[in-house]
């Protein structure tokens, strides 16, 4: 076997591992910070620090009684969770860690990750459908009508970043911003990605698609044991991304001064995974209309108005 296939062989297991370990990490990551910003302890029991309480919590999804309702539509009910995990990690394969780290190079790399994220969807609305729950099924109108809302203003904020670098591929895009971040003329598409992102993860404050307070646990309300564990997994993978997706379009990617390229990217994804802890910590859920009314009526004319401002600008140097 060739030098290069092993190379790519190594750089697909070590992303994808890498992800999967990251997500399992954060599970233990955002309770302490959530303890740390509330004032209060967090996870501390077992192991130092609270660490084990990872391992806790797989071992019981593990061991945990894998039970399908006999009023659901099984096979779907099965393949529901698995959707949102492998669209999860087929984006992390577009995303360039380091000159030589990176699963893909694709030219259309933008357009492959705007693509998955609509895929991601079609999880929770089968899962919702297979439960033949009510609480579930409304969960899964809230996702469906939240997810294609909100992808519409996501496609539109990279569009200033597109025109800026000339190209698709995100290993060009970071090598755009060699002379300043994207972040700076693109603050407003900057802002409505990550906005966009929150939603696009049923994050908090926009996880209304699994409001306990309203709809039980929304769309997963039935699921238990490893399935309930992937839609769960895939939620931390999604932060994970988006807060990749961000530092790759908006904050230079690895680029940085002394040091090593991938310490600076994984330094940049990682303060950007804590902004999203922090807003759980610290903002209130809004009601499902005004969450649609924010989108519509503010998030989209600001996405316009970026691109035909940037078009202008560009148009003016050119």
Same mark, same amino acid.
């Given at each position: 076997?060739?030098?290069?296939?092993?190379?790519?062989?190594?750089?697909?297991?070590?992303?994808?591992?890498?992800?999967?370990?990251?997500?399992?990490?954060?599970?233990?990551?955002?309770?302490?910070?959530?303890?740390?910003?509330?004032?209060?302890?967090?996870?501390?029991?077992?192991?130092?620090?609270?660490?084990?309480?990872?391992?806790?919590?797989?071992?019981?999804?593990?061991? $945990?009684?894998?039970?399908?309702?006999?009023?659901?539509? $099984?096979?779907?009910?099965?393949?529901?969770?698995?959707?949102?995990?492998?669209?999860?990690?087929?984006?992390?394969?577009?995303?360039?860690?380091?000159?030589?780290?990176?699963?893909?190079?694709?030219?259309?790399?933008?357009?492959?990750?705007?693509?998955?994220?609509?895929?991601?969807?079609?999880?929770?609305?089968?899962?919702?459908?297979?439960?033949?729950?009510?609480?579930?099924?409304?969960?899964?109108?809230?996702?469906?009508?939240?997810?294609?809302?909100?992808?519409?203003?996501?496609?539109?904020?990279?569009?200033?970043?597109?025109?800026?670098?000339?190209?698709?591929?995100?290993?060009?895009?970071?090598?755009?911003?060699?002379?300043?971040?994207?972040?700076?003329?693109?603050?407003?598409?900057?802002?409505?990605?990550?906005?966009?992102?929150?939603?696009?993860?049923?994050?908090?404050?926009?996880?209304?698609?699994?409001?306990?307070?309203?709809?039980?646990?929304?769309?997963?309300?039935?699921?238990?044991?490893? $399935?309930?564990?992937?839609?769960?997994?895939?939620?931390?993978?999604?932060?994970?991304?988006?807060?990749?997706?961000?530092?790759?379009?908006?904050?230079?990617?690895?680029?940085?001064?002394?040091?090593?390229?991938?310490?600076?990217?994984?330094?940049?994804?990682?303060?950007?995974?804590?902004?999203?802890?922090?807003?759980?910590?610290?903002?209130?859920?809004?009601?499902?209309?005004?969450?649609?009314?924010?989108?519509?009526?503010?998030?989209?004319?600001?996405?316009?108005?970026?691109?035909?401002?940037?078009?202008?600008?560009?148009?003016?140097?050119?």
């Amino acid at each position: 076997m060739s030098t290069s296939v092993l190379l790519q062989l190594a750089n697909i297991l070590g992303v994808l591992t890498t992800a999967v370990l990251l997500a399992a990490l954060l599970t233990w990551g955002e309770r302490r910070l959530l303890g740390f910003w509330q004032d209060r302890p967090g996870p501390n029991r077992v192991g130092p620090f609270g660490l084990f309480q990872v391992v806790a919590d797989m071992l019981k999804l593990f061991f $945990k009684e894998d039970f399908i309702p006999r009023f659901a539509d $099984k096979p779907v009910f099965v393949l529901a969770p698995t959707i949102v995990m492998a669209a999860m990690l087929l984006g992390f394969a577009i995303i360039p860690v380091a000159p030589m780290v990176g699963v893909i190079d694709l030219n259309i790399g933008l357009l492959f990750f705007l693509a998955l994220s609509s895929m991601a969807v079609y999880s929770v609305i089968l899962g919702a459908y297979a439960s033949n729950n009510k609480y579930a099924l409304l969960g899964g109108l809230r996702a469906a009508a939240q997810t294609v809302s909100y992808e519409v203003f996501m496609g539109l904020s990279l569009m200033g970043v597109v025109m800026m670098a000339g190209s698709f591929n995100l290993r060009e895009i970071v090598l755009a911003q060699e002379g300043s971040w994207f972040i700076v003329p693109q603050f407003a598409g900057f802002m409505i990605f990550f906005i966009a992102g929150i939603a696009e993860s049923h994050r908090l404050p926009f996880d209304l698609p699994e409001a306990e307070h309203e709809l039980t646990a929304g769309f997963h309300t039935e699921y238990s044991g490893m $399935k309930f564990g992937m839609f769960f997994v895939g939620e931390y993978l999604s932060v994970i991304l988006i807060s990749a997706l961000v530092t790759t379009l908006f904050l230079g990617g690895w680029l940085g001064p002394w040091l090593p390229p991938t310490v600076w990217f994984f330094l940049k994804t990682g303060l950007m995974v804590m902004v999203f802890v922090l807003l759980r910590a610290a903002i209130p859920r809004p009601r499902y209309d005004q969450l649609m009314q924010f989108g519509w009526k503010i998030m989209l004319p600001l996405a316009l108005a970026n691109l035909l401002g940037t078009g202008a600008v560009l148009l003016w140097i050119g």
